[in-house]
Structure formats: structure tokens, C-alpha cells
């Protein structure tokens, strides 16, 4: 089984790396230019420097964590923050809105990165979503001195610094693994309808929901009151559907966006609408955890793991989970990170934070409250729970395939029209015009180019 994590995890990886050979390309803004790299004599790459130094002043932290989980978890890492620098003051400047079509969070630092007024330090997913942009316009200091100070590169999965790296050096910390193909199910419900396990397929899903309909009870909870959560749903289906080969040639140009494999996704998630809650237009993100523990609940949900996180932190006990239908011995990864701006206002601080983000401590304090597994391998197993720790199982057995949606698989451009595509075959209900926008966004991606 170790053999085969590794080659799953080279093959993670051999993906993750197009990140670095897309480098050549990368383009800078002119000297001078907002968020310019600063010019000769500039900042060094960062690195330990003085552990001790950046006893005071503050530390702006960007986040979109604002709901049940993520805000203790990370507070709990602020926490660890705040009793050996008790003199900083921490502003956490966390604004809902980063996970589905850009969001607020994400414009806001846009504005701030681009006219050079960073914040110290912001959650980004690791991989394309931070390399294909802020690092590439050279807005990043690169952590490659940090890495090796803070003994990171011994303590992370290699594929994972691979994957954070470009021109071989890293560019941020990753706090946690997410996974993405989660069902998370209330055996209630199940029971109510007599389905005896979560169902293994898309076709057993069907199958269950037609059951529960009888019963008046809607498969799937939805919340696509705007784009993005049918983005994850998307994923889920795609993966499942194409399998890890097919799903990783989609990036790079080997199977394109037209094929009608990919027709048979959409058909799959437009089918798969006809059985969620109905008002799935105007329900948000927000709500739909709540929706979930609700006595009128859906039985099912296909979210990301945060989702145990959110419902942990209510306190609600009554679900179970199982991989996404179709994904058994695949795990679609994302990571959250924090990385370093050029110009920071408060650099020692901001060095600071980033050793508790990559540290034991750290990590150990914040994922099991996330309901993610820790990025370091030496993570003390006795802090996690059952899910937790089957997480932990199945990302050392599966194949890794990145996240869509997540920021792992490609830029933040595609991101955002791969949700409005797929958000027209929510509203619309139109697989060929979805289908079209999926391939006009495929190319202006540049997919298999270069
Ligand atoms: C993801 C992020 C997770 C979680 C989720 C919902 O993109 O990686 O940490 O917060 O969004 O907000």
C-alpha cells in the first residue's frame, strides 16, 4: 500500500508541478509598477531571521473564514499567536466570500495587492491559485529560507511542497488538507426511506433519491443562490464520472472541454438538481449547514469537510459519510496556505504567524476544530477524530486528484467561468450551453498550451 501512495502521490504531483513549467511564462509587472517587486536591494527571500523580533505592532490577516469551525479554528491558532507575542495586536480581517465565485474577500485583496497595500498575511489555496497569480506578477516573497529554517520541507508531504512551488522554491505554508468528495448523509433520513447504506454511484444515488421522493424527503441539499456550489457538485460528478486520468487530462488539453464525456457530467448534475431541495436557486452557502441539521432536511449533501467542521461546531451529531458517489480510492485534495506579500506592513509579524500556521502546535490546535487533516505528516493522531482519522488513511492509500473549485487544479480566472457555466446549467437547466461556456473557458485558460 506504501509503493502505491507513493506513485499516486507522484502522479498528484507530476500535475501539481504544472505550475512551475507554466514559470516561463510568468509575467511581471514594469519596476515600479503597482505591486511591483521592489527594486535592487529589495527584500531578501524570507527566512527565520529573528524568530524573537515582532513583539509589537499588528498583524492583518486575511481570511474568508467567517462561519462555525473555521472562525475557533482560526482563533485557535490566533490564540497560540497571541500568548507568545502578546504585545501585537491582531486584526482579523475576515470577510465571507472566498470559495465560490471569487468573493468579497478575494476582490478586496486583489484592490489591495494590485495597488500595493497588502494585508501581512492571507488564506489562499495552495497550487494555481496563488502561483498563477500573485506569485507570478511578483507580488510574493518566496519562502524557500523559511522552509528550510522552520524544517518544513521534512515535515511536509513532498508532493505537497511541489505543488506550493514554483522555480522550485515555495511560496506559502499549508495549514491543512481538505477533501472535497465527501457525502455526508443523515441516517435518519436513509432509514426513513429504508436505503440501508449511502449509496456507491451516481446511478445507487438515483436510485435512493426516487425512494425518498416517495417519502417527500429531496436527495441532495443545494445551495446555488450564486455560482459556486454547483462548481463543487461539478467536480465531484466529473472525477467520479471520468476517473482520475480523464479528470487531471482535462488541464492539460488531452481531453477537451467538448468531449461528450463531458456531456455526460452535465447530464448527470442536471439530473441530480431534479432531486435537491427546491428552492436551491435562493439558498446560499451560509444556510445550507443549517438546512442540513434541520428536522426537514435533505438526506445527503456532497461537500467539502469543512462541512464537518461547521457541524461540529453546532454540536450536530446525527450524519455519517462516505466518498462521493463514484469516488472510493480517490481523494480530491485542496489546502488552504498562507503565504508572505512583498511589503508587508508588518513582515516580522506576519514571519511569526506563518511559523504557527506550519508548525505541530499549529496545526494540531487548528484542524481537528476545521475538520480537515494537518499538511505535516507528524501530527498527534490522539487530537483527531473517527473522521478525521479516516481522512488521514485514505489520503495516504487514494489517488490525489486537486480541486476545481478549490484553487488546486487551476487559476482563479477559470475558476470563476467554470462557475458561471456551470451555473447556467443550474438555472437554465441547459447542458449545451453550459457545455459551450465550460469549452469557451477551457480556452481562454490556455489548457495544454505551453
Ligand atoms: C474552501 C476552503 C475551506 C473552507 C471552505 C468553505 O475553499 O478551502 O477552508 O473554508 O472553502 O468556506
Redesign the pocket.
Known sequence: MLNNSKLNRRSFLRYGAMAAGAMALAACPAPGAPGAAPAAGGQAAAGAGNAAAGGAGQLEIFS??T?GG?VEALNAMYEIFKKKYPGVEIQNAALAG??GQGGNMKALLETRMQGGQPPDSFQV?LGHELIDSHVKAGRMEDLETFYKDEGLTDVFPKDLVDIASMDGKPWSVPV?I?RSNVLWYRTDKLEAAGIKEAPKTWDDLFAAAETLKAKNIPALAIAENEPGFCGHEFENVLVATLGPDDYRALFTGKLKWDDAKVTKCLETLNKALDYANSDYLSTSWGDITDRFMADTAPAMMIM?D?THGVLKSKSFKNYKWAPAPGTEGIFIV?S?SFGLPKNAPHRENALNFLRICGSKDGQDAFNPI?G?IAARTDADKSKYDEYQLSAMEDFKKNTLVPSIQ??AAAKQSFVLDYDLAINILATKRDVKAAQAKLVQAATDAGFGEA
Do not use: P, R, Y
Open positions: 474568508w473564514w462561519a473555521e472566498g470559495a489555496h491543512n481538505h467539502g469543512w485542496l488552504d476545521k480537515s478549490h484553487g
